[in-house]
Structure formats: structure tokens, C-alpha cells
């Protein structure tokens, strides 16, 4: 294994561990988390099972599509994604829980700034790594580069809006209360829709780029 491989593959298992954390705290904000993390939130108040088996079921099912239909999209990275993030998210979130808790709106908002933050952060090295894509991310690319359908940037937020919807309707259907939908899908969710793209482009240029071409 050649030494940029190496790099690569590390890029990757920082950027899911960082992606991973990240949810967790984006949950104990409480002030809304990426649409598919949305979608995860909903489908885990109907399903009795932890967190992280309920993360890796969902994306069993969304590599199944990547699989058939364009397996270009599936690499090193994407197990990685699979069968971590949503465990250590699980684990952030309940650590988190024992050592902040009733959290002012003050520092609700604090932790979401420093969610998106290193989501981003994380995501730029993942991204970077070029070792295959999330499960979530396959199924967009997949649609617009293969079936043509769209260019990616709308598809992508379309598959947002149905990631939204669905969990909404999910964690209603699982027993919720309506009040508390703004703790899944709120300012935070609006944020990351807005700013990822060019936060992760900025840590891409300044932290991962560099990092990869041995500049750092």
C-alpha cells in the first residue's frame, strides 16, 4: 500500500469520526441537523432498535440502490461511513447528555456553530480522501450523472426536501409532539443547506488539499 493510499484511507477515517461527532452534537443543540440526519431522526422514533443499527439498516438499503445501479460511487470510504458514523454519533450524543444538561439557547447555539463547523471540516477530508461517497450522497449522483435527470445541485435538493418530509412524518407518526419537530429540522438544518458547500470548499483549500500533497 503505497504511502498516498495510506493518507487517503486516514483523510477518510478522520472525516466520518469528525462527520460522526458532529451529529452528535448537532442533536444535543437541538436546533435542527442535515436533512438526511433529519430523515435518520424520524426513522428512528418508529424503529425499536439503537441508533446506530437503525443508521446502518437505512444505508444497507441506500447502498443496495448505489450497487445496482452505479457502483463507481461506492469505495473504501463509504463502509467507513457505514458501519461507524452512526454509532459514534450514538455514542457523542449519550456522552454529551451526562455533562451538558438543560443547555441555554446560548449555548445551544454555540454547539451548532461548532457542529456545522467541524461537519464541515469532516466533510472536506472525506470528500478529499476521494475513496467513494455516503450512501445518502451516491443516490443523488447517481441520478444525475448516470439517468440524466437533473443537474446534481437540484437533485440534491430534492432529495433533501423528501429527506425532510419523510422524517418529519415519521416522528410524528412514531408518537411526537409537532412542537418539537424544530429540534430535528430547524435553524441548523437551513444553515447546513446554505453554507456547507462553501465552508467545506474552504476547509478543502486551506486544511485537506495541503494536507493531501504533503503540504501540512
Do not use: W
Request: with cysteine; charged share 10%.
Amino acid at each position: 500500500m503505497n504511502s498516498n493510499l495510506k493518507k487517503r484511507i486516514l483523510m477518510s477515517l478522520l472525516g466520518v469520526v469528525v462527520c460522526a461527532i458532529s451529529v452528535g452534537i448537532f442533536k444535543i443543540a437541538a436546533l435542527g441537523v442535515d436533512p438526511f440526519q433529519s430523515f435518520m431522526a424520524g426513522l428512528d422514533s418508529v424503529v425499536p432498535l439503537d441508533f446506530g443499527t437503525v443508521y446502518v439498516i437505512a444505508n444497507v438499503v441506500l447502498l443496495s440502490f448505489a450497487l445496482i445501479t452505479d457502483r463507481h460511487y461506492i469505495g473504501i470510504a463509504t463502509f467507513i461511513n457505514l458501519f461507524l458514523l452512526g454509532y459514534i454519533t450514538e455514542f457523542t450524543y449519550e456522552s454529551l447528555q451526562k455533562v451538558i444538561v438543560n443547555p441555554s439557547i446560548v449555548l445551544r447555539l454555540v454547539l451548532l456553530l461548532v457542529a456545522v463547523g467541524i461537519i464541515c471540516f469532516g466533510s472536506a477530508f472525506y470528500i478529499t480522501a476521494d475513496l467513494g461517497v455516503s450512501t445518502y450522497d451516491a443516490v443523488a449522483l447517481v441520478l444525475a450523472n448516470k439517468y440524466k435527470i437533473g443537474k446534481f445541485k437540484y437533485i440534491r435538493i430534492c432529495t433533501d426536501l423528501v429527506c425532510i418530509i419523510i422524517g418529519i412524518a415519521l416522528y410524528l407518526l412514531g408518537g411526537g409532539q409537532l412542537a418539537m419537530v424544530p429540534t430535528f429540522v430547524g435553524v441548523g438544518t437551513i444553515i447546513t443547506a446554505f453554507f456547507m458547500g462553501p465552508l467545506i470548499e474552504y476547509f478543502n483549500d486551506k486544511f485537506a488539499r495541503p494536507f493531501l500533497n504533503g503540504k501540512n
